[in-house]
């Protein structure tokens, strides 16, 4: 609803990470001061416009995801907000708004036992006018869904999961560690029914060369199509950390960032989950193996190929490209600056060992003030230009010669940010009060 409360917020900000783990995507920042004050315009703002270029940038609402402020809310250029929605529970953070004017939510389960960074459990439709259409949770004390969901064109829902895995099946497994530890997987559940249509499990999928006793053993370096357990070895088990998924519908594969890995997973939706557990069948006919990867070579002790990621969130596929282009968002942890990539990934995917397997990047942007260690994204606007949330600040819309001609800082910790047009269905959709 267009809210009608009379204040500016003025933002004396000093951040703070709660937590310091690179990993935890929820882990959000305190603000030291917020002077709340009237305002004669009858107008209600989310933070303040920094750069404000209206010739060249675009003139679209935006729906800004606050896992500070547990917020979602629309806003437009000016920062004013327009509308915004009221969760049953706190954000796992992925929003997405449909053209009928729902939101698609991942949230926080209610008594979650799982609770890394970024974990949900809980996924629901939710009507404009806040009532819940569909829910569906998924959270035990041995599974929980977090991060991201996608609504697939057949109607069902994709979201990631951590799953546990106790120390004895770790141990069996080849990890170096004895401890619980938490493999990524996919499922896919059916509107109708809610039951599993599809999954996948990276737990299929392993390979280790820290002890020939057991399963899994062999040399890394020769199957960069499966996944090293001892690459990234911590205390919390969150041994790979994916952070988000895309959907590629005209090619039905999965790209999934993989953020303790610093790489994009590229799996083949096109199997059955029976050919998903497996090692063959599917249109590339190597089921649930990885059919590409990219980032970082040194997670498969590839010595080809320069590293591109140091923690890395949101692939998306830009659909209007004459080649397969993909927008990223470089967290850039090794240097504390940030970088968003448009990446020209192979028309066919060739994933060799001891090759550069890595794609050509086509456009970057950077800058000494541009840095999140955590979450954030960027996506490429109807004007040509890229919008780039940074986690811990705000959001940035800039040209493709690098020009900013949009800046915005709030007094949130923002997981992504969607443009709309003003005339879109999905602006259309939401009703005016």
Known sequence: MKRNILIIIIFVINFSLILSCSNDDNNVIEDDDVEIIDDPNDDVFAGEILINNEELREDSFLLVEDAFNNQVFLMDREARVYYEWTLSSGLGNDIQLLPNGQLLALLEAD??????G????KVQFINPDNTIAWEYNYSSEDYISHHDVELLPNGNVLFLVWERKIAEQAVGAGYENAIDIFP???????YNTKEIAWEWHSWDHLIQDFDPARENYGTVSDHPELVNINYNPVDSGDIMHANGITYDEENDIIYMSVNAFSEVWVIDHSTTSEEAASHSGGNYDKGGDLIYRFGN???????QGERLFYNNHYPNLLHN???RNMLIFGNGNNV????AYELQLPDVFNLLPNTNNEPQIVWSFTDPDLYSPKVSGAVRLANGNTLITEGDFGIWEVTDAGEVVWKFQGDGFFWRTYSFDKNSTQILNLPED
């Open 111 to 116: 008594d979650a036992v799982i609770q890394l």
């Open 118 to 121: 970024g974990n949900g459990g």
């Open 184 to 190: 990524e997987a996919i499922i896919e559940i059916d």
């Open 297 to 303: 070579p040194e997670a498969y002790d590839n010595n």
């Open 321 to 323: 490209s004459p080649t």
């Open 336 to 339: 504390s600056q940030s970088t």
